[in-house]
Nanobody, 118 residues
Framework: QVQLVESGGGLVQAGGSLRLSCAAS????????MGWFRQAPGKEREFVAA????????RYADSVKGRFTISGDNVNNTVYLQMNSLKPEDTAVYYC???????????WGQGTQVTVSS
């Protein structure tokens, strides 16, 4: 089994910053990458950012490029999302997930709420 626990969400004013953390435990040896997704009320879950575990390659959704930075600690199986210049439209529940080699994103955390006030 794999467990993912997110933390770091909260309420922040527009223009502010937050740093999310996600700690993975259990059978994580098949991890290809870890990613962050978000879901706003009434909307579908969308991709935010991901980082590969072996080479550290990153990719971002266009909506967060230049504002968010994903980083990972593959010794401690933890991934971070530094979010700067936050906007009200970034308000959502943020989930981290593990991309298993050859399978896809199959392990998910419980989510952490991020609310950006205008």
């Amino acid at each position: 089994q794999v467990q993912l626990v997110e933390s770091g969400g909260g309420l922040v004013q527009a223009g502010g910053s937050l740093r999310l953390s996600c700690a993975a435990s259990g059978r994580t040896f098949s991890t290809h990458a870890m990613g962050w997704f978000r879901q706003a009320p009434g909307k579908e879950r969308e991709f935010v950012a991901a980082i590969t575990w072996s080479g550290g390659s990153t990719r971002y959704a266009d909506s967060v490029k230049g504002r968010f930075t994903i980083s990972g600690d593959n010794v401690n199986n933890t991934v971070y999302l530094q979010m700067n210049s936050l906007k009200p439209e970034d308000t959502a529940v943020y989930y981290c997930a593990i991309d298993v080699k050859g399978v896809g994103y199959v392990h998910w955390g419980q989510g952490t709420q991020v609310t950006v006030s205008s």
